[in-house]
């Protein structure tokens, strides 16, 4: 019994260790890599570079407007997370706490809209935001955005909803609170955890879609941080430094937001822990 | 509950905009054309079926997409799902590198799909990727295994890509174990079950719906897989790693055929909700019984 | 009661209004021919005596080699025209981006007033009626006119009506490293089994011969198989002159793919099958593979130190093919997608200072590329600074064959199938035989 679970805990450090191996190893490589020439990472591709050059970055931040798109990401990230969360919080409790003509159907219509192939939205999207005089416009970006959030949001917000007791709005109906307040100050509160999770992931789409970003803007002033990508990998383009440099300046904000936006997760998980 | 109506209406109303501004245009163009031949610049003209009878009785490329979507799908729904709630339920013994390793795990998946596949794509790379070096240093010195073009690994690096990477699943069930009462956990250990029982029988049931979420979540995300597939093999070699939405996105972009595309875009919709009612039948999602 | 949720609403509504209202006045006024209801953007009219506002995407931007000329050609219209015109630049990162945004406007019918028409985006302007043809801007001005040059304007012309105006000429033959050549003890080949003896003797002094890609267009590896077909005597050299062409399964393909395959498994870099253009490039540069086969804009990296190594471009030569071949063909360039007349006209005047001798001499300094016209020249500090371009335009000017790229000829999803078949070519998973059926069959896909 005790081998037995030594052989056990030996094989759960391994198998933390290989994840934690394959999700940061990639990137420490292409960290070290930014700082290199490119004949140092074609010929020594593992290993430190001579000298931690900055030239890479610098050089990054002249090709591309990083500074305009990086506000731009942030002003869609959180706006498209708002709109998404409210939106679907209502709806999500609506359908995870009553019954009424006409639930099923809902959901399985918005379940559709996590089916629908992006690239045969491409073209009719574009349509829509046009007419709408959105093209080219943040707030068309936010509102598509929140939209493509739609599904996930719902499941992962409703499937939380449905894990409160429902003795808690019973309690509060008795009280005498109406529909309204039970939903603010009863529901919202305790439900702080499943929004944490879905803004996580509603704020990693906003930051990471480059296809409708491209296609639904058109000027610098309304373009978002994948697109800086591309700049650095035009058909007849062989900067391996800069791109790597490029990659990291796209990625590290990400990162850097995640772990804000964690500590939300994390002290929604505690609330929640703590109303058991 | 009948004073609630108005108010669930209210409540509802915002997606279902939401909804049709988005998607709605969309859903309607995608199969209304799926009938037509529709090419760039031109306007569609209605063929009946013949783009259905095509897909289905000649083309070996929509056969190949179709297969590799359904084996991705169900490595996603299983091993992927598997990965994530084993490591949630690791996490959650709180040991010293908890904190570390979740954020560390999220990292490949706050990174958009195509730095993914950069990035991949370097790390692979014949001549001067990380991994064939690594390989080389131990002594394999003239190792040169063409990880994404070679047609014996290329399924399976694509696959790698995305594969390991559920911290999604993962955060979501920690969510959810956080959820649970800690007086259960508690009477549980009284009684003396050990650490793998508790979670056998205690947490992994409780978990059930949420499981059930992240497999339809992980499963469907295949239904969309494409900037991964696009940076790095483009479909190769041949048609090994190409998917459905590879193919559509080819089909209308680079054939410049709408209507085709879209017939396919339409047989991906149908196949993705015979998919969710599949899931939903094994998981019972919907029948709150928690 | 239900006052809450209706303010809530009502307030996202005004939000989104409001977000409406701006901006609108550098919206275009362009509704485009096939355009339905769909075009009821917000007008506001300000634009009644100011200049007129048109819209130019351009890829030319980041590291992409024709961003330096690309910004200068702009700045100076600007200062030339600004009054009469304002060019509303709209960057697309990436070739591909470009494409798939420019389809995706076309079918929508929301054009913008300047295409690019590389990629096939000229068959769909032209087959949709969605372009104007430069006819009557030409016979107006005679001047425009003699800048392209009549071989230019022949290129880009079908039933009598000139699409698009070519911007540059691409003359392309291989750069070869001298030291390595000398090495092998090795002249640049005169015959493609010569060339693969070549092959085998730079392989034997311990250099890696060819810098082959197959990755994205498979742009380096396609440029040696048009060779291979193009100087392969009349029929093949006409299929390389064929826009279009529906089979490819002819004689000269298929051992033209031969020769492609063995050079894909014996004489190439470890990582070319799935190689990108960057993958190529750098092995070439760094001094890892021996010959590259790519036009002049890459002249301008041989001397470039973060590319490659001090004193690299020295060491390039530039030849013609095998059999005395090069590559010989006109971009296709700028096309007009404008619906209103003002608007055409304004894009016409941009066009043409792109095109004309300044403009062109400004991309020949900036980005190496080739005008069009004969009467512009390189400057003398230019020739000094990249003797290998001079040597160029001579491989260009004494090559006896000549002949187009793939690219230019044929459909662009014939263009995207390359990266996915030839893998298959170089692991034996197709023979030539198969991989020309399938190029046939995916030809045969295009609408």
């Avoid at chain 2, 003209?45 to 590799?68: A, E, H, P, Q, W």
Wanted: net charge neutral.
């Amino acid at each position: 019994m005790k081998g037995m679970k030594f052989l056990l805990s030996i094989l759960k450090y391994l198998f933390v260790l290989t994840i934690i191996v394959l999700s940061i190893g990639p990137f420490i490589w292409v960290f070290i890599s930014s700082f290199k020439t490119n004949a140092e990472i074609l010929n020594y591709s593992i290993g430190w570079p001579q000298s931690f050059k900055i030239s890479n970055y610098l050089m990054a931040f002249k090709i591309a407007p990083l500074t305009q798109f990086y506000l731009n990401s942030v002003i869609v990230g959180i706006f498209g997370t708002i709109l998404n969360l409210i939106i679907l919080g209502m709806s999500a409790y609506v359908i995870a706490r009553f019954d009424f003509k006409g639930k099923k159907a809902i959901v399985g219509i918005c379940s559709l809209s996590l089916l629908i192939p992006g690239a045969a939205m491409l073209q009719p999207l574009y349509l829509t935001v046009n007419t709408l005089g959105l093209y080219d416009k943040l707030i068309g970006l936010v509102i598509v955005y929140a939209g493509f959030g739609l599904p996930a949001s719902l499941y992962i917000i409703s499937s939380y909803f449905q894990t409160i007791p429902k003795e808690m709005e019973e309690s509060a109906s008795l009280d005498g609170a109406g529909f309204i307040r039970t939903f603010v100050s009863i529901i919202l509160p305790i439900a702080k955890p499943g929004f944490g999770t879905a803004a996580v992931l509603q704020f990693l789409l906003c930051w990471n879609e480059f296809q409708f970003a491209i296609t639904l803007t058109t000027g610098n002033k309304s373009r978002t941080l994948p697109l800086a990508l591309y700049y650095f990998k035009s058909q007849f383009a062989s900067d391996y430094g800069v791109m790597f440099a490029a990659t990291v300046i796209v990625i590290i904000p990400s990162i850097i937001v995640y772990m804000l936006l964690q500590k939300q997760v994390v002290s929604g998980l505690a609330a929640g822990a703590v109303k058991g | 509950m009948a004073k609630n109506k108005g108010y669930i209406a209210l409540f509802l109303i915002p997606t279902i905009i939401l909804f049709v501004v988005v998607y709605a245009v969309s859903i309607v163009i995608l199969a209304g054309t799926s009938f037509t031949e529709w090419a760039t610049g031109t306007k569609p003209v209605f063929i009946g079926l013949s783009n259905y009878i095509k897909m289905f009785t000649d083309d070996s490329d929509f056969t190949r997409s179709l297969i590799n979507t359904v084996i991705w799908i169900i490595l996603q729904s299983t091993a992927h799902v598997f990965i994530g709630v084993l490591f949630a339920i690791i996490l959650n013994m709180k040991e010293f590198y908890w904190k570390f390793a979740r954020t560390v795990f999220m990292i490949p998946n706050i990174i958009s799909g195509a730095a993914v596949g950069m990035l991949f794509l370097c790390i692979l790379n014949p001549e001067f990727g990380a991994i064939n070096s690594i390989i080389r240093l131990f002594g394999f010195k003239d190792f040169s295994q063409n990880w994404f073009m070679d047609y014996r690994t290329s399924f399976f690096s694509v696959t790698m890509t995305w594969l390991p990477y559920a911290a999604v699943v993962t955060i979501l069930v920690l969510a959810e174990i956080a959820a649970i009462p800690e007086g259960l956990f508690e009477s549980a250990r009284i009684d003396g079950a050990s650490e793998i029982k508790v979670n056998l029988y205690i947490v992994l049931p409780l978990l059930r719906n949420i499981i059930g979420t992240c497999v339809i979540l992980s499963g469907t995300s295949m239904l969309q897989k494409l900037d991964i597939i696009m940076m790095t093999t483009g479909g190769g070699p041949g048609n090994q790693t190409m998917n459905l939405p590879m193919y559509i996105y080819k089909t209308a972009l680079m054939d410049n055929n709408f209507g085709y595309s879209n017939t396919v875009g339409t047989f991906l919709v149908v196949f993705g909700i015979v998919l969710v009612l599949l899931y939903r039948r094994i998981f019972k999602i919907g029948n709150s019984d928690t | 009661m239900k006052k809450p949720v209706a303010l809530l609403l009502a307030s996202l509504m005004v939000a989104s209004l409001a977000a409406c209202g701006t901006n609108t006045a550098s919206e275009s006024t362009t509704s485009a021919a096939v355009s339905t209801s769909t075009q009821t953007s917000a007008q506001t009219g300000a634009e009644a005596k100011s200049p007129v506002t048109i819209k130019y995407p351009t890829y030319r931007v980041g590291t992409h080699y024709s961003a330096a000329f690309e910004k200068e050609q702009i700045a100076k219209f600007n200062e030339k025209f600004g009054n009469e015109v304002k060019v509303q630049v709209e960057e697309i990162p990436s070739d591909t981006a470009y494409n798939d945004k420019m389809k995706i406007l076309a079918a929508s019918g929301d054009l913008p007033d300047v295409v690019m028409g590389k990629n096939g985006i000229n068959e769909i302007l032209i087959k949709g009626n969605l372009a104007t043809p430069f006819n009557e801007y030409l016979d107006k001005d005679s001047e425009w006119k003699a800048d392209i040059g009549d071989e230019a304007i022949a290129a880009n012309t079908r039933d009598g009506k000139v699409w698009s105006i070519s911007d540059q000429k691409q003359v392309i033959g291989y750069f070869y490293n001298k030291e390595m050549f000398e090495k092998a003890g090795i002249k640049p080949a005169e015959t493609w089994d010569e060339f693969l003896a070549n092959c085998d003797k730079l392989k034997s002094a311990g250099f890696t011969p060819l810098a082959l890609m197959t990755g994205e267009n498979a742009w380096t590896t396609n440029l040696m198989l048009s060779s291979i077909v193009g100087t392969s005597g009349e029929a093949g050299n006409k299929f390389m002159n064929t826009l279009h062409p529906a089979s490819f399964e002819t004689p000269e393909m298929i051992e033209g793919l031969k020769k492609i395959q063995i050079m894909l498994k014996k004489y190439t870099t470890k990582d070319a099958i799935g190689a990108v253009y960057a993958n190529a490039a750098n092995n070439f540069e760094q001094g890892k593979a021996a010959i590259i086969a790519n036009g002049p804009w890459m002249i301008g990296d041989f001397s470039d130190k973060s590319k490659s190594p001090e004193g690299f471009d020295k060491k390039v030569g530039v030849a013609a093919y095998p059999g005395s071949g090069a590559f010989l063909s006109y971009e296709v360039g700028y096309m007009i997608g404008s619906d209103a007349q003002d608007k055409k006209d304004a894009a016409a005047k941009f066009i043409k200072y792109k095109t004309s001798a300044e403009g062109q001499s400004i991309a020949l300094e900036l980005g190496n590329v080739l005008p069009v016209s004969d009467k512009v020249q390189p400057s003398e500090e230019f020739k000094q600074k990249y003797p290998v371009f001079v040597e160029t335009i001579d491989v260009g000017n004494s090559a006896k064959v000549k002949y187009q790229y793939f690219d230019t000829i044929v459909f662009p999803n014939v263009t995207d199938t390359w990266k996915n078949l030839y893998p298959e070519l170089a692991f034996d998973k197709l023979t030539a035989e198969q991989f020309a059926k399938k190029l046939t069959e995916v030809a045969a896909k295009n609408k």
